[in-house]
């Protein structure tokens, strides 16, 4: 099967829903007429990044009693999305989460694991912690999510590989940081090279959708990304632009991938499970 997925880098308003759900809309038409298949919109995409003391103003329902996911979850009968937005649950709790929608439905949310805090960031003071990784079935097969933190552990994406996972979408507000090295950024390499390892070590394909813009003295750098199942860049360096990156990807490399090179099939999770426990139980004791 051949797929055809759009990296929406794009430059989200701090705090303004109407504008941003505006933008959501406006690329699902526009890659629904390009014949985009599945559509990936960065971390935070409906709200910012920066959106601290903001969070309880700008959080949604997932369900379409909220009109703002209302609204996505229609767009999603023509289209399958992935958006990133402040989700607010019965108990008035909030998580930076990803919604993946199809036909009219939700398939999944994705509550972000790992929470930064330390240097420019500071979400663990606004946000609650994830406290699940599930992959879940589409009509393109088993896909998993994950939210920028959650995916510089390594142990969340191997869950994800573990549960079936074939595609692993990762979206992240990646600010830039250090200076530039000839023509490229040096904050994006350990992002690259991470999007490179995963897609060999897991024999997947990776999606990468990082947001551009400024926020409070941050300066976001795009170079959404797509990385096939050998480890090799489909797509990637479009830096600081907005733009809807488009590329096709061919399912059945996901079994010549794995045919040649048997991770998988090789794979002993009950030997990770039990020298897991062995460590906690040496560390505890």
């Known amino acids: 099967m051949r797929i055809k997925v759009g990296l929406a880098q794009i430059y989200p308003k701090l705090g303004d829903l109407a504008y941003n759900l505006g933008t959501h809309l406006d690329y699902a038409r526009r890659a629904r007429e390009g014949g985009v298949n599945l559509l990936v919109f960065p971390e935070l995409s409906l709200t910012g990044y920066q959106v601290q003391d903001l969070a309880p103003e700008v959080a949604i329902e997932s369900n379409d009693d909220d009109k703002v996911f209302a609204e996505l979850l229609a767009a999603s009968r023509e289209i399958d999305i992935v958006f990133g937005f402040v989700h607010r649950d019965r108990r008035n709790r909030f998580y930076i989460a990803n919604a993946y929608l199809s036909g009219g439905e939700t398939l999944h949310l994705h509550h972000k694991l790992y929470l930064p805090t330390y240097a420019m960031f500071d979400e ?37 590989w573990l549960d079936g996972a074939d595609i692993l979408i990762l979206n992240s507000s990646s600010p830039t940081r250090g200076l530039n090295e000839g023509d490229r950024v040096l904050s994006t390499r350990w992002v690259e090279m991470v999007n490179q390892a995963y897609g060999s070590m897991f024999t997947s394909y990776i999606l990468h959708c990082n947001r551009v813009g400024y926020e409070d003295g941050k300066n976001f750098w795009g170079g959404s990304s797509v990385v096939d199942p050998d480890g090799e860049f489909m797509t990637n360096g479009l830096y600081f632009e907005e733009a809807l990156i488009t590329q096709e990807i061919d399912l059945n490399q996901l079994h010549r991938t794995r045919a040649r090179l048997p991770l998988l099939r090789d794979e002993r999770p009950g030997l990770v499970r039990r020298e897991l426990g062995r460590i906690l139980n040496e560390n505890l004791g």
């Open 124 to 160: 663990s003071r606004y946000f609650a912690r994830g406290n699940s990784v599930r992959a879940f079935d589409t009509r393109f097969g088993r896909l998993g999510m994950l939210i920028c933190e959650d995916f510089w552990h390594v142990s969340p994406a191997y869950l994800l």
